[in-house]
């Protein structure tokens, strides 16, 4: 077992190296971790309204999300997993874009074909998560591959949680990417639980260690401090850019809610497991340091906290009468072309439907 | 008997089995404190405690690995893979292993044990919480496929199953856990496995089909029957192995087939029904048999409703062939 990394304490102080970011840095740097907070309390308000189907937040971990992802380079790539979204939105995702995905809606860039909370934006070069575990790993490691082939500077991060590293695509993501030293950074956001299993039984080593089977450096970080985060990240990709292959980080943290809208963790774990997470707050925390280093004034959290509310809510305003998508979306984007027996079955449907009138929507639930 | 929803029988059937059979024990993601994502594993646990339900890491390809080694050396897994869409890590253990244990050992080995796994769409959970994968699994020799529709049904297959010889993949079709609630008798009974249901007699048209979609043919049906269509309906419950005869004799007693599944169309079910009976039976058949299946497509998030076969498009298959 190794110590983690940590530049910044639980309260606020630093206890190791002040990054090299000018005052605007640190302030954006807070800015996109308020707004990820924000988001996921606004969508989550929407989700009770009955109005998106389904969040899986990031609340608690916005540390590990954006620390990490901001010592990203615009080139690099970051292969998501459910809870990267705030971090695409920092890399460049328009927040139209986010919510209309949320929405599921005629502006989403994936023609609503996927649930909510799996975010997509080739601009800033963010491929969408499936939803099967551990299926992202080999992805990253097959396009490193490539961005390496062409001479490419570019590294290729992906995110994944502490559930994950007991699939199949961790392990074979692991060994390829050691024995072709690739530039990857496996980024394990360890948040305690995977649905109601804690992170302690995923596996009896410690996820750090999973690194040494596959000649890849690793290191343990805390994960909700963001600038141990960032630093992190930026030693991973710097030794990824110079040729030095793969590394793992393991961003330790906490889900301070449920795994999603619809999950009730009062079932599995204890309310003084989730208060002392709370104590290490990674907003809080930064909120305290940066308002002793003069870069947040006193109560400049609640302003900004306002503004970008009303910034999200712009989006969604913009959203809320956005038309859902066209039917003949059923048969597209399956082949390059519409195949003659896809166009075949549209039609049957076209016609029981002018006979008949068009189907009903369901009221079924997601139940997780 | 206890008016119970599909999954409150699910639940039944599992808790009748671990009470008759010490050497049944459940296990996968979530199934021990929370009790399932849908709960069809609720106080496991708390009755059998954790070495008889318990949760596992994340790994499909583990829990059946580990159930199929557990069921060689005399254990009865009942595993459970928490939605179909995430079986396929674990589908070379399934169809590699499980599936050709006994026939690969000359009968030395053998693997009784019980996957079950919630399919089918309708909860809004898009391309990976939605998908019928039957046809996948009836096409792999060694393995049982069992879809229960009605609470009874599932109780008495799922305890059949697990009592059974050889692996049974139980797909439990989601969108009923809730939406239908039936008489179930107490303690332990068994549906044999391989026997077909008859839901509705009817001298008109033959319907086939299981699971979700019984429902949707039965309101099918009734409608039908307001312009004097009788339809017969028959619930297929175990798709492999298949009674055929039965099927057989219900396409005769009419000579008008219909049949229904939600998964894609080509090489689906519905195609093997199909071409069993018109290699056997075809002399009988008054019409063209019709298929009411989704689109040979992913499965879609917000248009499910649209991709899933409804009232409106059975009745539709159900008319075309009588009126033939
Ligand atoms: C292959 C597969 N199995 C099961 C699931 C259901 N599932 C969705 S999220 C999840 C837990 C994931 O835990 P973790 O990897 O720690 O990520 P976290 O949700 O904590 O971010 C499970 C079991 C899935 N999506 N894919
Ligand atoms: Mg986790």
Known sequence: MSDSLQILAADGTLVGERPALDDSALHDLFEHMLRVRCLDERMLKLQRAGRVGFVGTVLGSEAAAIGSASALAREDWLWSGLREGGAAVMRGLPLSEYVAQMYCNANDTAKGRQMCNHFQHKGSHYPSWSSVIGTQMPHAVGAAFASQSRGEKAVHAVYFGDGATSSNGFHSGMNFAGTWKLPVVFVCVDNGWAISVPSGNQTEGEYEDKGIAYGIPAMKIDGNDVLACRQAMADATERARAGEGPSLLVLKTYRMLGHSSSDDPTKYRSEEEVQSWREKDPIDRFEIWLTQEGVLSEGERKTMEVELTEEIDNAIHEQESAPPMALKTLVEDVYEDVPTHLKRQYNAFASVAERYGSATVGDGAFPL | ?324
Not at chain 2, 48 to 61: A, H, I, V
Not at chain 2, 80 to 106: C, H, M, T, W
Not at chain 2, 264 to 289: D, H, K, L, Q, T
Not at chain 2, 304 to 313: F, K
Request: hydrophobic share 40%; aromatic share 8%; proline share 6%.
């Open chain 2, 1 to 324: 008997m206890a008016n119970l929803t599909l999954i409150q029988a699910v639940n039944d059937g599992l808790k009748a089995a671990m009470r008759d059979d010490p050497t049944t024990l459940v296990f996968g993601e979530d199934v021990g404190p929370k009790g399932g994502v849908f709960l069809a594993t609720e106080g496991l646990t708390a009755e059998f405690g954790e070495e008889r339900c318990f949760d596992t890491p994340l790994s499909e390809d583990g829990i059946i690995g580990t159930a199929i080694g557990m069921a060689a050396n005399g254990l009865r897994p009942i595993a459970e893979i928490q939605f179909q869409d995430f079986i396929f890590p674990a589908f070379d253990q399934i169809v590699s292993e499980a599936a050709k244990l006994r026939y690969r050992s000359g009968g030395q080995y053998t693997a009784p044990m019980v996957i079950r796994t919630p399919y089918g769409g309708g909860i809004r959970g898009g391309l990976y919480h939605s998908q019928s994968g039957e046809a996948y699994f009836s096409h792999t020799p060694g393995l049982k496929v069992v879809i229960p529709s009605t609470p009874h049904d599932a109780k008495g297959l799922l305890i059949a199953a697990i009592n059974d010889p050889d692996p049974v993949l139980f797909m439990e079709p989601k969108a009923l856990y809730r939406s239908v609630k039936g008489e179930v008798p107490e303690g332990s009974y068994t549906v044999e496995l391989s026997t077909l249901r008859t839901v509705r007699e009817g001298k008109d048209v033959t319907v086939f089909c299981y699971g979700a979609m019984v429902p949707v043919v039965e309101r099918a049906a009734a409608t039908a029957a307001e312009s004097g269509i009788e339809c017969n309906i028959v619930d297929l419950r175990t798709l492999m192995p298949l009674d055929e005869e039965g099927v057989l004799e219900a396409a005769k007693s009419t000579g008008r087939v219909v049949t229904v599944h939600e998964a894609p169309r080509f090489c689906g079910y519905g195609a093997e029904i199909s071409a069993m009976i018109a290699e056997n039976v075809i002399e009988y058949m008054e019409a063209p048999i019709r298929r009411v299946t989704g689109f040979d497509t992913p499965f879609p998030n917000t248009l499910e409703h649209h991709y899933l076969p409804d009232e409106r498009r059975v009745l539709d298959a159900i008319e075309a062939v009588h009126s033939f």
